[in-house]
């Protein structure tokens, strides 16, 4: 990576972070505000909110609408982290380095921080600040709800745990796993297009592509590094996977296929991205980030 997308990066995590923080400088002070706290400020890439920033600059969007997208995106994820943890779940002690939310308050606290951080996120795309044409935050608002409920995220939980200890196929995990982790990329990629005042479905659909592919490579990244690296490196504990008997590409193709096919992904969503009539530079770069993270 160059110095230019590293700094582009580091910047735009701060703003991010920013943001997030003075989104609880209203609440009182109380176990419940200190568990969501946690959770959501708790370090973390922020590769979500960082693809709405780089594509809604593609887009001509405002900052301070960007912000509060990338708000949203970011409460979600740290609730489906909290709930994933939980030891009915995956049964993680440790998320970002840091103990897991069940583990420092609680498994009640926990649950209740996180379906709290879910309506929070739909809270802030609800309000006068997310200042967009009305019509398009209800279209926003109905994309974030179909991509993290029954048809979206939580479907790819429930099959995750349903497949658990099980052999399944290669087209069973793709699905698993592109409703787990790719509708939440699919969701950064589309938002940014969702503004527009006159929304192209034909664009819509390109970049719902776009973040499918995204999510996919993400998702094969986390495999290979949960396979490879240790825990503290990890920020998680690693081996799990394996251990709890979960279905992987590295699994089922071992750590080097597992490689390759996410290099020709990784060239895929280039091509894709090169042929996008838009300038999208900061994304290029965000792709190259996340292919070569390394924890």
């Not at 590293?6 to 209203?26: K, M």
């Not at 301070?64 to 708000?71: A, D, E, G, T, Y």
């Not at 795309?125 to 709800?145: E, P, Q, R």
Request: net charge neutral.
């Amino acid at each position: 990576m160059t110095n230019q997308s590293t700094d582009w990066i580091r910047y735009t995590q701060n703003e991010i972070n920013q943001s997030l923080e003075e989104l609880f400088t209203c609440y009182p002070n109380n176990v419940l505000k200190d568990a969501m706290c946690h959770a959501v400020l708790n370090g973390g890439k922020r590769i979500r909110s960082l693809i709405i920033k780089s594509v809604g600059s593609a887009f001509n969007i405002e900052k301070n609408i960007l912000n509060q997208l990338s708000v949203a995106i970011e409460l979600i994820h740290a609730y489906s982290l909290i709930h994933d943890d939980l030891p009915a779940m995956d049964n993680d002690d440790y998320r970002r380095g840091q103990p897991t939310c069940h583990k420092k308050f609680g498994e009640s606290q926990a649950i209740l921080a996180g379906d709290a951080l879910q309506s929070l996120a739909f809270e802030v795309l609800s309000s006068d600040k997310l200042n967009i044409v009305s019509n398009n935050k209800t279209s926003i608002i109905h994309f974030f709800a179909n991509a993290i409920g029954a048809k979206g995220m939580v479907l790819g939980q429930s099959q995750d745990m349903i497949f658990t200890g099980q052999t399944i196929n290669i087209k069973q995990l793709s699905e698993m796993q592109l409703l787990k982790t790719g509708k939440l990329f699919e969701l950064a990629c589309v938002c940014p297009v969702l503004i527009n005042s006159a929304i192209d479905n034909t664009n819509v659909k390109k970049f719902q592509k776009l973040g499918a592919l995204i999510g996919k490579m993400y998702q094969i990244t986390d495999d290979i590094l949960d396979a490879t690296i240790s825990s503290d490196q990890l920020g998680k504990t690693s081996g799990k996977d394996q251990d709890a008997n979960k279905q992987t590409y590295v699994t089922i193709f071992g750590i080097e296929e597992s490689k390759k096919i996410n290099n020709k992904i990784f060239q895929e969503i280039k091509l894709l991205i090169s042929v996008l009539k838009r300038d999208l530079t900061q994304l290029s770069m965000l792709i190259d980030y996340i292919f070569e993270r390394k924890f």
